[in-house]
Structures are given as structure tokens and as C-alpha cells.
């Protein structure tokens, strides 16, 4: 998110002259600013074509639903050092924005879309530790287990089994 916002608002001038030399030949008028956001969208969001990236394998595990809570338990892969684990609760909704409104604050809209859709980190487990926890809510928990040279991954959705029993209400007084 932050190399994102930097590069919104960087300006390189020669940078800018050789694309504009380089992408205006295929339109007959280039907009520099258009360029920019290109450049920003291809590179800071998709990533450079060249990096290598380490594809994600399938992290194992167990979970289950017990008395309201998930349990969750990860199989710890060879060669992995960390389990970084991180929850986004379901029904998270993005503000509505008028598309006519030429004064939106970015930096603050980019906060709100952090906010909205991160996942929130909730635990980092390392190699002494037990690697599972529990949970209590609806919404996608996200399992990541890294080493030198290997990721693997999980996502679960967590959404309350239709046959659970319903949470008791608070007793009348």
C-alpha cells in the first residue's frame, strides 16, 4: 500500500519524456498523468514481469466448529520457520464514492480500502510453538507458513454450520 501511494506521487521528468517518446507512438496524443497511473497499476500493484514469484503451496490443516468457536490446526511443512495468521470478518463494506467528486482525499481512501479488506494479523507462531489456535466469528482466516525459499498458504471461509446450535441470549432479570 505504501509503495503504491509513493508511487502515485512520484514524478520523474526524464522518466516521463522517454515513455511519453516510447507510448506515444501508439496514440497520437499521450497524457502524461494517464501514463503515470498506468506505470503505477503495471508495476506497483501487479509487480515487475521479471521478479520471480515463489507460488504459494497448499498449507494442511484441521478445523472444526465447537460451542461457537472455530479450532483450527496446522501441519507444520518441512523447512518452515513462521505461520503468520490473520483474520478478515465477513461483511466488511467498501464507503460508496461519487464518481463526480474531483476532491477525494486519496491517502485517506486508501486507508478506508486497507482497513476494509486487510487482513488483520492476529497471531505469528514460530517453531516452538503449537501451531493452532481459535477463533470466534464469521469471515476468512488466512494461514501462512514460510521458510527459506517456500510459502504455503491457506484460506479458509468461516461461516457458522446451519445444524449449530444458537448462541444463548442474555438471561431476563
Known amino acids: 500500500l505504501d509503495t503504491q501511494k509513493r508511487a502515485r506521487d512520484a514524478r520523474n521528468p526524464m522518466v516521463e519524456k522517454i515513455l511519453l517518446d516510447i507510448e506515444g507512438k501508439l496514440e497520437e496524443q499521450m ?46 511443512p518441512e523447512g518452515t520457520t ?21 476532491n477525494v482525499d486519496l491517502d485517506k481512501l486508501f486507508a478506508q480500502a486497507d482497513d476494509t479488506f486487510a487482513f488483520k494479523p492476529l497471531k505469528k507462531l514460530g517453531n516452538g510453538d503449537k501451531w493452532a489456535g481459535t477463533l470466534k466469528g464469521e469471515g476468512t482466516l488466512r494461514l501462512v507458513a514460510i521458510g527459506p525459499g517456500k510459502i504455503y498458504a491457506a484460506g479458509i471461509k468461516l461461516v457458522t454450520p446451519r445444524d449449530a446450535p444458537k448462541p444463548m441470549g442474555k438471561p431476563k432479570q
Request: overall charge positive.
Open 31 to 76: 497524457n502524461a498523468a494517464k501514463l503515470r497511473r498506468d506505470q503505477m497499476l503495471m508495476y506497483a500493484i501487479l509487480g515487475d514481469p521479471a521478479t520471480r514469484l515463489h507460488l504459494p503451496q497448499r498449507l494442511r490443516g484441521k478445523i472444526k466448529f465447537v460451542d461457537g468457536k472455530w479450532n483450527w490446526q496446522v501441519t507444520k
Open 82 to 102: 513462521v505461520l503468520h495468521v490473520g483474520f478478515r470478518a465477513s461483511g466488511q463494506k467498501f464507503p460508496q464514492l461519487n464518481a463526480n467528486d474531483k
